[in-house]
């Protein structure tokens, strides 16, 4: 066998990291996630019987597919814990750290529905307020909607300010082993890290309603940076307990998209700590994934200053303006597109079988070698997914034969 030849057979694991590295395979990664279509499917009562009591593991087992298994998997009962979502942070028992509020008097109710928090911080008190409903369920949501921000006026800064300051950041390395562990051969583990990318891209997406957040960012940009500075310390406890877990693959940001983080903000404010994560990351070993799922068009030509390693659920045209072609020479060859699926090819009502069929013609015939691409399904397989067109997508992945960059 040729040196540059591929195993004759890998694991999903082996066949990812693989792709990352740009080393030979024995096929595609084919990796959709399913946790939206599983929660929506549960809470309507139309889970297939085959799917009953699995986990995300499992579902991948029985679909024949990789794992998507970034961060944690969200369909465990009681596994997600949203006490401080308002601040843009979860916790979760796969995770490489938990995060502690200490030193300050804190509140919260949860009725099921509404989860109201009320923190007093010695400048001021802050009152988060957020919303998930049964509808929300079964249309795969697994998030909380927000109904009260963190920040409502400039007044608020020094509270939150003083917050982040009390916010204890907790290494549990066990918990994400057994997360690895549970994952195995079926995927790659990936460590979970912020979704935001830097305290201010946090500020924008997290904090403060979206549309508020330009007016502070035009009248307030010395104040709305010194509080992204004083909210560092919490990103740096983090990038450290991750370059210290036993994680090959770290999620780190997501969230990008060139109107709502448009390329002059993505240059000065998100950029820069992805560089700064990137760095540190690979001194430690390790390859870092970052979540593309918006508008990628003009961000584009920005990414590879980046260095990070997986730009991971890449949604392509005709849901946005660039192709997967487009974003596989963008990338390439340091950097490894995690998507490709647009997730409306899944929907009958979106694509007709002969429409998806040439669809996949088209993509198949567009991604070249087929190097430095773990196939997915952008950003999630939805709820009213047609699971014949996952066993299709399968086939077609099998037949495309080995890779070889």
């Not at 946790?35 to 549960?42: E, F």
């Not at 596994?79 to 030193?103: F, K, Q, T």
């Not at 390439?332 to 409306?344: A, I, N, Q």
């Amino acid at each position: 066998m040729p040196q540059d030849a591929p195993p004759r057979s890998m694991t999903h694991r082996q066949r990812m990291l693989a792709t990352i590295r740009g080393e030979p395979t024995d096929q595609l990664p084919w990796a959709p996630r399913m946790d939206l279509w599983y929660i929506a499917q549960r809470a309507r009562g139309t889970l297939p019987p085959e799917f009953a009591g699995l986990h995300m593991v499992e579902v991948a087992e029985l679909l024949g597919v990789a794992c998507h298994s970034i961060g944690g998997d969200m369909t465990l009962p009681g596994g997600r814990d949203n006490s401080l979502r308002g601040l843009g942070i979860d916790n979760h028992p796969d995770y490489p750290y938990r995060v502690e509020l200490r030193g300050l008097p804190i509140e919260s109710t949860d009725d099921g529905e509404h989860l109201r928090t009320r923190i007093c911080a010695p400048a001021g008190e802050l009152f988060l307020h957020l919303f998930r409903s049964q509808g929300m369920a079964r249309d795969g949501i697994s998030l909380p909607f927000v109904k009260s921000y963190a920040i409502r006026s400039v007044d608020d800064f020094e509270a939150v300010a003083q917050v982040f300051e009390h916010l204890d950041l907790i290494p549990t390395p066990e918990s994400y082993r057994t997360f690895q562990r549970r994952i195995g051969e079926q995927g790659l583990a990936v460590a979970r890290g912020p979704v935001a990318a830097s305290p201010m891209h946090l500020i924008l997406h997290e904090l403060v309603a979206m549309d508020q957040f330009f007016y502070l960012y035009h009248d307030e940009r010395p104040a709305l940076h010194a509080l992204a500075k004083r909210m560092e310390p919490f990103f740096e406890a983090a990038l450290e307990a991750l370059a210290t877990c036993d994680a090959e693959v770290i999620f780190w940001g997501a969230n990008y998209d060139q109107d709502l983080t448009w390329p002059p903000f993505f240059e000065a404010e998100i950029a820069p700590w992805l560089k700064k994560v990137s760095d540190r990351l690979h001194a430690a070993g390790k390859f870092v994934l970052t979540h593309t799922d918006g508008e990628n068009k003009r961000l584009l030509p920005l990414y590879p200053a980046c260095g990070f390693d997986v730009a991971e659920s890449f949604c392509p045209a005709p849901m946005t303006k660039v192709t997967l072609a487009e974003m596989l020479e963008g990338l390439r060859p340091k950097t490894t597109v995690w998507g490709g699926v647009p997730s409306v090819a899944l929907l009958d009502d979106a694509m007709t079988d002969t429409v998806f069929a040439r669809h996949l013609d088209e993509l198949f015939a567009s991604i070249g070698p087929g190097d430095h691409l773990i196939l997915g399904v952008s950003d999630n397989v939805p709820p009213d997914a047609n699971l014949e067109r996952l066993a299709e997508i399968k086939q077609r992945v099998e037949a495309f034969g080995p890779i070889s960059p």
